[in-house]
């Protein structure tokens, strides 16, 4: 089944304590994105990948780095996670070109405490 | 700052009723604009898309009306339904230039239908 994995689906961590939030998928897709849903502020990007080792920022990307080694895994990083990165998270894929569609994952609730 | 403004935020109407989101954008060099429908504990999925060359486009009962001179695009569902009760976000990219990479959002408007 074509999809996007993101894993965890559940995360409660401590403030400073670095995760990463793993994202994978299995389409052969170029581009890869994270976004962050907050009530009242939709869906905002945080950093996006348009190939191998290709990445740039998006609208957010203060407090996150991201990596692009293979084509089908784009992790989150929070090295140094706050209160205010308590965030429904979603990763995203797309082939890219003309029309394109982007596939979400399923999210990853996270709450820095 | 947002440059894709969605309203309402939240929208109730009776099944069978013609529930309207609207949009606007600043940015001129957008040319892809789609909608995602998203429902609880899910991700969002693409719904429908329009480009600003056409003024409307239809699919089922979902409808995008365009308005390119005022910068504005709204989402019409006719003969609405409780199956369509979900979080819905308009979005705008560039095309031309991201070619699928950078795809701003809405605030998103989450739409109840009452039976």
């Known amino acids: 089944e074509a999809q996007v994995t993101q894993n965890p689906r559940y995360l409660i961590t401590v403030t400073g304590k670095k995760l990463t939030v793993t994202c994978s998928q299995n389409?052969?897709?170029?581009?890869m994105s994270w976004y962050r849903q907050d009530p009242g502020l939709g869906l905002r990007q945080i950093y996006y990948?348009?190939?191998?080792?290709?990445?740039d920022k998006g609208d957010v990307p203060e407090g996150y780095k991201v990596s692009r080694k293979e084509k089908r895994n784009f992790p989150l990083i929070l090295e140094s996670p706050s209160p205010n990165q308590t965030s429904l998270y979603f990763c995203?894929?797309?082939?890219?070109?003309?029309?394109?569609?982007?596939?979400f994952g399923s999210g990853t609730r996270l709450t820095v405490v | 700052q947002q440059q894709v403004k969605q309203s309402p935020q939240s929208l109730i109407v009776q099944k069978g009723g013609i529930p309207i989101i609207n949009c606007a954008y600043e940015?001129?060099?957008?040319?892809?604009f789609p909608w995602y429908q998203q429902f609880p504990g899910k991700g969002p999925a693409l719904l429908i898309a329009?480009?600003?060359?056409?003024s409307e486009k239809k699919e089922g009962r979902f409808t995008i009306s365009f308005n390119k001179s005022a910068k504005q695009f709204s989402l019409h569902i006719m003969d609405s339904q409780p199956g369509d009760s979900a979080t819905y976000f308009c979005?705008?990219?560039?095309?031309?230039?991201?070619?699928?990479?950078?795809?701003?959002f809405g605030q998103g408007t989450e739409l109840s239908v009452k039976p």
């Open positions: 979005a705008a990219s560039n095309e031309i230039y991201n070619q699928g990479g950078k795809l701003i």
């Open positions: 940015n001129t060099a957008f040319d892809y």
């Open positions: 389409m052969n897709h170029e581009y």
């Open positions: 995203a894929s797309s082939l890219g070109g003309y029309n394109y569609r982007y596939t």
């Open positions: 329009i480009r600003p060359d056409v």
């Open positions: 990948s348009m190939n191998v080792e290709v990445t």
